[in-house]
């Protein structure tokens, strides 16, 4: 595993923990020596990842669409930064660079991001790891409805066991790794 892609809020949210959750990933993920792939802003969350996994001497290229890049503030600061033209395309693109995905909070882009890749390896287009960073249960309600999925007979137990879940981004990294491998 060489990369990893994170998804996560433009904004703070509502819990400090959701930064600290974000600045454990980035420390790890840069002392790992992964490249990081997001969604090429500067704001909340996002911002916050890519300038910790900066400070801490790793490499972050983002993609973000040409109708984001005022909107969301693109990061001037990047390794590298790719300016696609469409949603589809900045998905897309963060499949083909990563190795894997993880999610931290973050609002509705996030999740649908999330919930696309999750398909897509349910569908076998690639199978590349993904999990989420549960940072004050955050993601309870979605874990809790996947396993309601899988019960009322809509989701398979071993692809609702696909997406790794934990409380911290620590352990998250390691079952990924693991998971790669």
């Given at each position: 595993m060489t990369s990893v892609c994170v998804y996560c809020g433009s904004s703070?949210?509502?819990?400090p923990a959701y930064a600290e959750a974000t600045?454990?990933?980035?420390?790890a993920?840069?002392?790992?020596?992964?490249?990081v792939v997001y969604g090429g802003a500067s704001a909340g969350l996002m911002g916050l990842l890519a300038d910790t996994v900066l400070e801490?001497?790793?490499?972050v290229e983002g993609v973000i669409p040409r109708v984001l890049v005022d909107r969301e503030v693109a990061h001037r600061g990047l390794t590298e930064l790719h300016v696609v033209e469409s949603m589809h395309e900045r998905k897309a693109k963060m499949a083909e660079l990563s190795d894997g995905f993880i999610a931290?909070?973050?609002?509705?882009?996030?999740l649908e991001?999330?919930?696309e890749v999750?398909?897509?390896?349910?569908?076998?287009?690639?199978?590349?790891?993904?999990?989420?960073v549960n940072t004050d249960?955050?993601?309870?309600?979605?874990?809790?409805?996947?396993d309601h999925s899988v019960t009322e007979g809509f989701l398979r137990p071993q692809t609702r066991a696909s997406l790794l879940v934990a409380p911290d981004p620590a352990t998250l990294l390691g079952e990924l790794v693991r998971a790669r491998t």
């Amino acid at each position: 595993m060489t990369s990893v892609c994170v998804y996560c809020g433009s904004s703070f949210g509502a819990k400090p923990a959701y930064a600290e959750a974000t600045k454990q990933l980035a420390v790890a993920l840069a002392e790992r020596k992964l490249r990081v792939v997001y969604g090429g802003a500067s704001a909340g969350l996002m911002g916050l990842l890519a300038d910790t996994v900066l400070e801490h001497g790793g490499e972050v290229e983002g993609v973000i669409p040409r109708v984001l890049v005022d909107r969301e503030v693109a990061h001037r600061g990047l390794t590298e930064l790719h300016v696609v033209e469409s949603m589809h395309e900045r998905k897309a693109k963060m499949a083909e660079l990563s190795d894997g995905f993880i999610a931290l909070p973050g609002g509705i882009g996030t999740l649908e991001e999330l919930i696309e890749v999750y398909t897509w390896s349910y569908l076998g287009i690639h199978s590349k790891p993904l999990g989420l960073v549960n940072t004050d249960g955050y993601y309870d309600g979605l874990t809790a409805f996947l396993d309601h999925s899988v019960t009322e007979g809509f989701l398979r137990p071993q692809t609702r066991a696909s997406l790794l879940v934990a409380p911290d981004p620590a352990t998250l990294l390691g079952e990924l790794v693991r998971a790669r491998t």
